[in-house]
Nanobody, 128 residues
């Protein structure tokens, strides 16, 4: 089992920045990738960014490219999401997720069904 705990959410004005963290614990030795999704009220969960745990290759949704940066600290089993130039449309609950115990993808790194473990989410609210 793997446990994921997000932190760093909050209220920020448009144009501001926040840094989310997601700490993984448990059987993390075979992590393949970690990612961030978000979900606003009344919408489906949306891919934000992902990182390959070994190569550090990164993937972003078009809506956040150039504004958000995903990174990881292998020693701390932690993934980060630096969010800059935030917009009201970024308001959502942000979820961390992980692919563990596999060395290949089933459907694609941007699909929520690909991920094995999920955190409980952290609220990000951007005011105009």
């Amino acid at each position: 089992q793997v446990q994921l705990v997000e932190s760093g959410g909050g209220l920020v004005q448009a144009g501001g920045s926040l840094r989310l963290s997601c700490a993984a614990s448990g059987r993390t030795f075979s992590t393949y990738a970690m990612c961030w999704f978000r979900q606003a009220p009344g919408t489906e969960r949306e891919f934000v960014a992902a990182i390959n745990w070994s190569s550090a290759s990164t993937y972003y949704a078009d809506s956040v490219k150039g504004r958000f940066t995903i990174s990881r600290d292998k020693a701390k089993n932690t993934v980060y999401l630096q969010m800059n130039t935030l917009k009201p449309g970024d308001t959502a609950v942000y979820y961390c997720a992980a692919i563990v115990g596999r060395n290949r993808l089933r459907i694609g790194i941007k699909f929520s069904d690909e991920y094995d473990y999920w955190g409980q989410g952290t609220q990000v609210t951007v005011s105009s």
